[in-house]
């Protein structure tokens, strides 16, 4: 049940989406990095980006948590599976910037998951 969520809802947003956001790069956290660079003069940097836009999908969820249902057409499906990819975007960007820790970060396999043209390997280790 979970690893078909993950494969159905999940990881085909990751792909779309990152590709979209990547914009040619290769690099599908591009759109955090060039979203914190034009707010580094405000303080805010790449994990900050992380939270804003993390942040919006978990204030959907707890709405449908207050009120049993959503205003938007958006199933809560489509929220939760972008609350979990948010997540797993959060342990790329912890590989990105703390390179000592990549071993005991980084979840060996998903890359094939995710795409094995890119140089960034969003979450592995759901198995085959």
């Given amino acids: ?8 809802e999940c990881l085909p947003l990751l792909r779309t989406k990152g ?26 940097d790449v994990f900050d980006v992380w939270c804003v836009y993390a942040h919006k999908h978990w204030d959907a969820i707890m709405s449908w948590v207050d009120k049993r249902k959503l205003e938007s057409n958006e199933a809560l499906t489509g929220r939760i599976a972008d609350m979990i990819n948010y997540l797993l975007i959060l342990h790329t960007l912890l590989v ?19 795409s094995a043209e890119r140089p ?6 759901l198995g085959s």
């Fill in 19 to 44: 590709t979209d956001y990547a914009r040619g790069t290769g690099d599908v956290n591009a759109n955090f990095y060039r979203i914190a660079e034009v707010l580094k003069d405000r303080g805010l």
């Fill in 1 to 8: 049940m979970i690893r078909d969520f993950l494969e159905k």
């Fill in 120 to 125: 960034r390997q969003m979450v592995s280790g």
């Fill in 96 to 114: 990105d910037h703390d390179t000592a820790a990549k071993d005991s970060l980084f979840l060996p396999g998903l890359e094939e998951y995710i």
